[in-house]
C-alpha cells in the first residue's frame, strides 16, 4: 500500500494542485489528509471538492473543527486572523460541503496497515508533535507503532526503539525533503509537512508518500505558484498577513 499523505492544505487550491501533479508521477494508492483542510486561505470549496475527487480519507483538523462550531453558534466571532478566515470562509461553503466536513472524524485507526491518522498527536486533535519532549510524551500516552499527524506545517519524523523511552526519542525533519527508513524496532510518528502554508522557513508546499510493504517514508517539496495564492487572499479580503507568510514559509 503507497499512502498520499496531505496536511494542513488550509483552503490553499494552488498548492494543492501542484502538489497532485507531482505526486501523479509516483504512484499512490489512497489518500489520507491529516486535518485542516479549511482556515486561513482562499479557495475552501475548491479545496474540499478536490478532496472528494480524490476520495480521500480525511480526519479533522482544529480549524476544521473551529470552522464547524461556527456553523453551530458554538463559537464567539474573535478579532482575529483565524476567525476572519474561517467566517469568511463558512460564508462560501454550501451545505453539501458543511455535511462532508461533519463527517471527518477526530483520529482514524487503519488496521491494515497498523497506523493512526490524527490531526495533532496520536492522542490529541490540537496539542502539537512539534519537539522532543512531546514527542516522549505522546509515546508514552499511545502504545501503537506508526502514527501520521500533522498541525506543526512541519515535515518531520519523530522516533523511539520499542524500549524504555527515555533519551531514546529522536527527530529528523525535510526542510529540503528527503527519506526515512523505518527499522522494524523502531516506533515512528510522521508529519508529511504543510501543502498550504509550510512552516519551516521553506515556502515549498510539502507532501509525503508512505510505502507500507517497504517501511519507507519520503517528503517531497513542490515549488508552487505563491503570487497567484497570494493574490486570490487579497482579492478574498482575507488579511494580509495571510497573503505575506506564504513567501516566506512562516
Same mark, same amino acid.
Given at each position: 500500500?503507497?499512502?498520499?499523505?496531505?496536511?494542513?492544505?488550509?483552503?490553499?487550491?494552488? $498548492? %494543492?494542485?501542484?502538489? #497532485? &501533479?507531482?505526486?501523479?508521477? /509516483?504512484?499512490?494508492?489512497? !489518500?489520507?489528509?491529516?486535518? @485542516?483542510?479549511l482556515g486561513y486561505g482562499p479557495h475552501p470549496r475548491e479545496v474540499l471538492e478536490t478532496l472528494r475527487e480524490l476520495d480521500a480519507t480525511c480526519v479533522l483538523g482544529n480549524h476544521d473543527q473551529m470552522l464547524l462550531?461556527?456553523?453551530?453558534?458554538?463559537?464567539?466571532?474573535?478579532?482575529?486572523?483565524?476567525?476572519? $478566515? %474561517?467566517?469568511?470562509? #463558512? &460564508?462560501?461553503?454550501?451545505? /453539501?460541503?458543511?455535511?462532508? !466536513?461533519?463527517?471527518?472524524? @477526530?483520529?482514524?485507526?487503519?488496521?491494515?496497515?497498523?497506523?493512526?491518522?490524527?490531526?495533532?498527536?496520536?492522542?490529541?486533535?490540537?496539542?502539537?508533535?512539534?519537539?522532543?519532549?512531546?514527542?516522549?510524551?505522546?509515546?508514552?500516552?499511545?502504545?501503537?507503532?506508526?502514527?501520521?499527524?500533522?498541525?506543526?506545517?512541519?515535515?518531520?519524523?519523530?522516533?523511539?526503539?520499542?524500549?524504555?523511552?527515555?533519551?531514546?526519542?529522536? !527527530?529528523?525533519?525535510?526542510? @529540503?525533503g528527503g527519506s526515512y527508513m523505518i527499522a522494524p524496532s523502531t516506533r515512528v510518528i510522521l508529519n508529511p509537512g504543510s501543502v498550504g502554508q509550510p512552516r519551516d522557513g521553506n515556502p515549498q508546499a510539502s507532501y509525503?508518500?508512505?510505502?507500507?510493504?517497504?517501511?519507507?517514508?519520503?517528503?517531497?517539496?513542490?515549488?508552487?505558484?505563491?503570487?497567484?495564492?497570494?493574490?486570490?487572499?487579497?482579492?478574498?479580503?482575507?488579511?494580509? !498577513?495571510?497573503?505575506?507568510?506564504?513567501?516566506?514559509?512562516?
Amino acid at each position: 500500500m503507497r499512502l498520499l499523505l496531505l496536511s494542513d492544505t488550509h483552503a490553499n487550491h494552488t $498548492a %494543492l494542485q501542484a502538489v #497532485l &501533479s507531482d505526486a501523479a508521477q /509516483r504512484r499512490y494508492d489512497q !489518500v489520507i489528509h491529516l486535518g @485542516d483542510a479549511l482556515g486561513y486561505g482562499p479557495h475552501p470549496r475548491e479545496v474540499l471538492e478536490t478532496l472528494r475527487e480524490l476520495d480521500a480519507t480525511c480526519v479533522l483538523g482544529n480549524h476544521d473543527q473551529m470552522l464547524l462550531q461556527y456553523a453551530d453558534g458554538l463559537r464567539d466571532k474573535k478579532d482575529s486572523v483565524v476567525s476572519m $478566515a %474561517l467566517i469568511w470562509q #463558512l &460564508s462560501r461553503l454550501s451545505d /453539501r460541503d458543511l455535511a462532508g !466536513v461533519r463527517l471527518w472524524r @477526530d483520529g482514524i485507526d487503519d488496521p491494515d496497515i497498523g497506523a493512526r491518522y490524527r490531526h495533532g498527536t496520536p492522542v490529541s486533535l490540537d496539542h502539537y508533535t512539534d519537539s522532543v519532549p512531546a514527542a516522549r510524551d505522546a509515546f508514552t500516552q499511545w502504545q501503537g507503532r506508526l502514527a501520521f499527524v500533522g498541525h506543526t506545517h512541519v515535515p518531520a519524523v519523530y522516533a523511539t526503539l520499542n524500549s524504555p523511552v527515555g533519551d531514546w526519542v529522536k !527527530v529528523q525533519q525535510f526542510q @529540503d525533503g528527503g527519506s526515512y527508513m523505518i527499522a522494524p524496532s523502531t516506533r515512528v510518528i510522521l508529519n508529511p509537512g504543510s501543502v498550504g502554508q509550510p512552516r519551516d522557513g521553506n515556502p515549498q508546499a510539502s507532501y509525503a508518500i508512505y510505502d507500507s510493504a517497504r517501511g519507507y517514508f519520503e517528503v517531497f517539496r513542490v515549488t508552487y505558484d505563491i503570487a497567484r495564492a497570494q493574490a486570490a487572499a487579497l482579492e478574498a479580503g482575507l488579511p494580509q !498577513v495571510l497573503a505575506a507568510r506564504l513567501a516566506i514559509g512562516k
